[in-house]
T-cell receptor
Framework: GDSVTQMEGPVTLSEEAFLTINCTYTATGYPSLFWYVQYPGEGLQLLLK?????DKGSNKGFEATYRKETTSFHLEKGSVQVSDSAVYFC????????????FGQGTRLTINP | ETGVTQSPTHLIKTRGQQVTLRCSSQSGHNTVSWYQQALGQGPQFIFQ?????ENGRGNFPPRFSGLQFPNYSSELNVNALELDDSALYLC????WGVGTGELFFGEGSRLTVL
């Protein structure tokens, strides 16, 4: 079945460091890919998305490129801030007309000043 | 624009009891989905409601049931609670057939089963 595998956490970085969180997926068909973020005490928020191969989603300095050949959607940010500390979830969905999302297990990111 | 709201935010039940969680969808949205997020895990799809009918269900037993009302709000009911039902229950809303599968989530209801 469809699945998402994320790089295991937790991840701890210093402020202004470069961030990569790996995400690979298995799916039949051509899903849309998403990164959601969950800040402490809050619900899931969409961070960025890409709907087809080679699309790049971007928001708040974060980027991810839909790589069909490697079935990957890695999240990157050039310079992280303390406020980026949160749990990040990779997800796939939006295919075959359904609106169900399949999530990875999440990666907890902590940024130290 | 009003976002997705859920109630209650926290609740504690004992094994064997029943619980009802409520969700109001975002303004303009007609589809509601429910997810279960166990501690340290990603959300797992329970089911989705559109036009007051269940439309898609994940790998959850029948004791998990739901309703959608004419105003698009929704309830999640869980009967015969088990310890493993302890989790954050997330409601998400969207517009059926529009967009690329993006969902808008509430802050969740945290259920503890003792």
């Amino acid at each position: 079945g469809d699945s998402v595998t994320q790089m295991e956490g937790p991840v701890t970085l210093s402020e202004e460091a470069f961030l990569t969180i790996n995400c690979t997926y298995t799916a039949t068909g051509y899903p849309s890919l998403f990164w959601y973020v969950q800040y402490p005490g809050e619900g899931l928020q969409l961070l960025l998305k890409a709907t087809k191969a080679d699309d790049k989603g971007s928001n708040k300095g974060f980027e991810a490129t839909y790589r069909k050949e490697t079935t990957s959607f890695h999240l990157e940010k050039g310079s992280v801030q303390v406020s980026d500390s949160a749990v990040y979830f990779c997800a796939l969905g939006g295919f075959r007309g359904a609106q169900k999302l399949v999530f990875g297990q999440g990666t907890r990111l902590t940024i130290n000043p | 624009e009003t976002g997705v709201t859920q109630s209650p935010t926290h609740l504690i039940k004992t094994r064997g009891q029943q619980v009802t969680l409520r969700c109001s969808s975002q303004s303009g949205h007609n589809t509601v989905s429910w997810y279960q997020q166990a501690l340290g895990q990603g959300p797992q799809f329970i089911f989705q409601y559109y036009r007051e009918e269940e439309n898609g269900r994940g790998n959850f037993p029948p004791r998990f049931s739901g309703l959608q009302f004419p105003n698009y709000s929704s309830e999640l009911n869980v009967n015969a609670l088990e310890l493993d039902d302890s989790a954050l229950y997330l409601c998400a809303s969207s517009v059926w057939g529009v967009g690329t599968g993006e969902l808008f989530f509430g802050e969740g209801s945290r259920l503890t089963v003792l």
